[in-house]
């Protein structure tokens, strides 16, 4: 084998010149892979300046230590402002929002994979929405580390969606060394043994291949969950595999990354506060009562590839498919129509599923014929839900002596497949115009073009970075008759709009930093607004829900004194055409409306501190206010008043974490406060109760590895978790439901509980 060549002085100039004034995708994460003849190697190209607003990040080193029992979402809760709601494990959630940033629920955030969007286009956020609550996009092992950007940011940094910041989990990738790894872990919830987890898996790294330069990297997981509340369960499997290959002297790179997730699960549900009170915080509704099976997978794959064309001018290009598969059948048992202990059941049994008199829908289905009642006939309700994205998105960067030039773009064509069929077994057959309750198909085509420019003065001290982005959104929405809606219909319409953003960073003194960004980012209503106005009538309506769009401000000192880094910044989110929502149990339709303007601001403090070579801490904590700043009163009897808090915002985060390394032992420590909030009502509208109280959850991770003199096995580690160290009992989501209560007292709060304390191992063999 040859000795690799050493990149030319004029080469290594040309990187430094590089590596001053681009940003390439983290796939360039600081291995390199040197090609025989290599002459200038793309993925030694990395940032070095600060970016012009407010970002976070979850490193390496947190993600692979994280407990197994934690998923993709629930990683982040240490960034400042940020609130997990499902703490299930495998993903599953009872509700559509699955966590909240500054304020914003998870459908108003951009959420991407290697820079690329993994978002419902039609809903928002990557799982929950549509009750699409058992669904895996992305799974531990498959993601590196995670980077957020808060509120607007540069047009190549926003995605879609991202109103309140966008999230971007950097995929794992090979590295030019030969590894394989061998892991299993298991656990269980103290106050419940019979919940927890058993898991297993392998990954391969091939190491850079002496005859190409390719690297490949890829894992495998089985996993079985058995959730802390009762019946609830999920098992995955999940499937991983990246490559990267480096051509023309390593001058240019693809690379590839594919993601096949399945999982099998019994869904949790939000349950009654007088239920959970009267039989414990485990509580789920037994199985020959109500149940709610489901099926998903989950796949991507992304195609990469990026080159220095000249010293001037980089290329880079990602080609992208999503497809996510979800198909859930709801069980209520027809003699609890009346519903359980005083209180509806999840799934209501339906009086008029018998073929109507005047033909109109059209459904032929006779559940009194078949199974005695409309009630028997409807205890069965298969849900699916299909939706795919497929996209590229090109961009060149001109690298001038003062400035660097981006003009890219993006454009995602998405299709969605949504239905609905009753019966009284559990054998439900898929039939349209015989027991449909709908049959949707939505297409929608996202494109966008922006430039933006990186502007260096002062001898690099000010940095200035204006942009703008024009977007345009084509959606298609079209309903058959069913249950839900009497007449078949099709709406379409086009939204186009430009999100302007500028930033300046400047270094006032040696590792002291002052910035401020402004950014409009917009968020096109959801499928929703389309199809609530179908079937109504023989045309359908109008869709006069406008997007709504948020004018963000950054602005935020950093000071890093030795290896102490410390940070200090305001934002201010000024909403328009904000969106409100009510689901229609009666109709199964989500209502969508815009409810005026409102304003969310705060602050953030963090200090990352590096005490001794083995001691680390970091403390940060979030303010926010979110109040509305306008009067609404919907059709449904939803209102919100000129400076009333808008519900499911938590007052402040406050975060704490210790760190002891010392001879392969690990030991950390961490503490996440919540702050009070108040609920909403099930009409979307807050309700008039008192806040939800703090809670505070403490987790320990304790990790220890040695290594052997085996010739193939590198290094053992062990690994001890203890999630909610002081079992806090606490409720993450709480709303209050309007009317279907007990006599006397309609209106009821329901919840999803939290999970108790978790205790686990983990064992993990490295062969090389």
């Not at 080609?319 to 009346?338: H, M």
Request: glycine fraction near 10%.
């Amino acid at each position: 084998m040859q000795p690799r060549p050493t990149p030319s002085r004029a080469t290594k100039i040309l990187l430094l010149s590089l590596s001053s004034t681009i940003a390439l995708t983290a796939a360039a994460h600081a291995q390199v892979v040197t090609p025989a003849s290599s002459a200038i190697d793309i993925k030694l190209i990395k940032k070095i300046e600060r970016a012009e607003r407010g970002t976070g990040s979850v490193s390496k080193e947190a993600v692979r230590n994280t407990s197994p029992v934690q998923s993709f979402q629930s990683v982040l809760k240490t960034v400042p402002g940020f609130t997990v709601r499902n703490t299930n494990p495998g993903n599953l959630t009872a509700g559509d929002t699955t966590f909240t940033y500054q304020g914003f629920n998870s459908d108003q955030v951009g959420m991407e994979f290697d820079g690329v969007p993994i978002i419902n286009a039609f809903r928002g956020g990557t799982n929950g929405q549509g009750s699409d609550h058992a669904l895996s996009p992305v799974a531990s092992g498959q993601f590196d580390s995670v980077v957020i950007y808060s509120g607007a940011n540069s047009p190549s940094e926003t995605g879609i969606n991202a109103l309140g910041g966008t999230i971007n989990y950097l995929p794992k990738l090979p590295t030019p060394q030969f590894y394989a790894t061998i892991s299993g872990h298991g656990g269980s919830y103290a106050s419940n043994p019979e919940g927890g987890l058993d898991n297993g898996g392998i990954s391969i790294n091939s190491g850079a291949l002496n005859s190409t330069g390719t690297e490949l990297y890829g894992n495998f997981y089985h996993t079985n969950y058995q959730s802390y509340l009762k019946h609830v369960f999920s098992i995955n499997n999940n499937a991983y595999l990246s490559a990267l290959q480096p051509y023309d002297e390593g001058r240019s790179q693809f690379s590839f990354i594919l993601i096949n997730n399945a999982e099998r699960a019994q869904q949790p549900e939000t349950i009654p506060l007088a239920l959970v009170q009267q039989y414990g915080s485990d509580f789920q509704y037994p199985l020959n009562i109500s149940n709610n099976r489901t099926t998903t997978k989950s796949f991507t794959t992304i195609v990469g590839w990026r080159s220095i064309i000249n010293q001037y001018v980089v290329a880079r290009a990602k080609l992208f498919y999503t497809q996510d598969n979800n198909d859930r059948t709801a069980y209520s048992n027809a003699a609890y129509v009346g519903g359980f202990g005083g209180y509806p059941l999840p799934t209501s049994l339906k009086s008029y599923a018998n073929p109507a008199p005047n033909g109109i829908p059209d459904n032929t289905y006779n559940p009194t014929a078949l199974f005695g009642s409309s009630y028997n006939g409807t205890q069965y309700q298969r849900y699916i839900d299909n939706f795919n994205n497929i996209g590229v998105t090109p961009s060149l960067s001109f690298l001038l002596p003062h400035n660097t030039i981006t003009v890219g773009g993006l454009y995602i064509h998405s299709q969605d497949h949504s239905a609905e069929y009753w019966y009284g077994a559990g054998n439900v057959p898929t039939t349209d115009g015989y027991n449909d309750a709908w049959d949707e198909h939505d297409l929608r085509n996202y494109a966008d073009i922006y430039i933006q420019d990186h502007i260096r003065l002062l001898n690099n001290k000010l940095s200035i970075t204006p942009g703008l982005k024009y977007y345009t959104v084509l959606t298609t929405s079209n309903d058959i008759s069913g249950y839900y809606y009497n007449y078949a219909g099709t709406v379409k319409n086009r939204f186009n709009y430009s999100e302007p953003s500028f930033g300046v960073s400047y270094e006032a003194l040696k590792n002291l930093d002052l910035y401020a960004h402004y950014g409009r980012v917009y968020k096109v209503p959801n499928i929703s607004a389309y199809y609530s106005v179908i079937g109504n009538a023989p045309t359908p309506g109008l869709e006069l829900v406008r997007p709504e769009y948020v004018d963000a401000i950054d602005t935020g000192v950093r000071y890093d004194i030795g290896k102490i880094k410390t940070t200090l910044a305001y934002f201010r989110r000024s909403f328009s055409n904000k969106f409100g929502y009510y689901y229609n149990n009666a109709t199964g339709q989500t209502i969508q409306y815009n409810v005026g303007t409102a304003l969310y601001q705060g602050a953030t403090a963090s200090i990352d501190a590096a005490l001794t070579p083995q001691l680390s801490v970091y403390v940060n904590y979030d303010y926010t206010s979110a109040k509305y700043t306008s009067n609404y009163l919907a059709n449904d009897g939803a209102s919100v008043y000129n400076g009333e808090l808008v519900g499911g915002v938590p007052l402040y985060n406050l975060n704490f974490g210790v760190q002891y390394k010392k001879s392969g032992l690990t030991t950390k420590l961490t503490d996440s406060l919540v702050g009070p909030w108040h609920m909403n009502t099930d009409l979307g509208s807050p309700a008039a109760l008192p806040a939800v109280h703090p809670y505070n959850i403490v987790d320990l991770n304790i990790g220890y590895s040695w290594k052997t003199r085996s010739p193939y096995v590198h290094k053992w580690t062990l690994n001890a978790y203890v999630d909610n160290l002081f079992d806090t009992n606490y409720n993450p989501y709480e709303y209050q439901q309007i009317g279907g209560g007990p006599k006397g007292s309609p209106n009821y709060i329901a919840v999803e509980t939290g999970a108790p304390v978790f205790i686990g191992l983990g064992l993990k063999l490295k062969l090389s």
